[in-house]
């Protein structure tokens, strides 16, 4: 079975830095872009950027160029997406998904920054 | 930036109804957009891909249509467990672009 799974709930202060996950499993994980999804408490799917994870070619979405960094470790399956100095404006659901075309999801992972 | 207008933001419908949700895209994308279910707390699901190809397992009764700049999606006899956000995501260019999403609530 094709699957992505990511990395737990995190809870965090205002300027932590923080890296989240996503395994995929079930296929080709060097052959397939994953993207990674921001959905704000409320709101609408927006597409942050995605990764090659067999070359990790990456592209940004310019909105967020430069407010997080994503990569990938072929050799465990594993992407990821990372601050460096989180905002409480990151509070969101953060979700992976297989291509550009988004096939299949991962859970999401709920990060909230508060002080 | 492809820009994608989906309308509308919300509506309400019976159980058998047929419900209908559009996707302008502000240029062409070809075929390459599909179409999502989101329900609360949960990750968005694939329901059609390639504008009007039905995802494995997802009932007949959802449908697509379109290419270019218009796209249509349809649930036909609408059912309780439709209830949900329907988003639209257009893949051809970068940066990837959703739609704005429609909650479709049943009366």
């Known amino acids: 079975e094709v699957q992505v799974v990511q990395s737990g709930v995190e809870v965090k202060k205002p300027g932590d830095s923080l890296k989240i996950s996503c395994r995929g499993s079930g296929y080709s994980f060097p052959s397939y872009w994953i993207a990674w999804v921001r959905q704000m408490p409320g709101k609408g799917l927006e597409w942050m950027g995605s990764i090659y994870p067999g070359d990790s070619n990456t592209r940004y979405n310019p909105s967020f160029q430069g407010q997080v960094t994503i990569s990938a470790d072929k050799s465990i399956s594993t992407a990821y997406l990372q601050w460096s100095s989180l905002k409480a404006s990151d509070t969101a659901t953060y979700y992976c998904?297989?291509?550009?075309?988004?096939?299949?999801w991962g859970q999401g992972t709920a990060v909230t920054v508060s002080s | 930036d492809i820009q994608m207008t989906q309308s509308p933001s919300s509506l309400s419908a019976s159980v058998g109804d047929r419900v209908t949700i559009t996707c302008r895209a502000s240029q062409g994308v070809k075929y390459d957009l599909a179409w999502y279910q989101q329900t609360p707390g949960k990750a968005p699901k694939r329901l059609i891909f390639?504008?009007?190809s039905l995802q494995s397992g997802v009932p007949s009764r959802f449908s697509g249509s379109g290419s270019g700049t218009e796209f249509t999606f349809t649930i036909s006899n609408l059912q309780p467990e439709d209830s949900a956000t329907y988003y639209c995501l257009q893949h051809n260019d970068y940066p990837l672009t959703f739609g704005g999403g429609t909650k479709v609530e049943i009366k």
């Open positions: 390639a504008a009007s």
């Open positions: 998904a297989r291509s550009f075309a988004m096939d299949v």
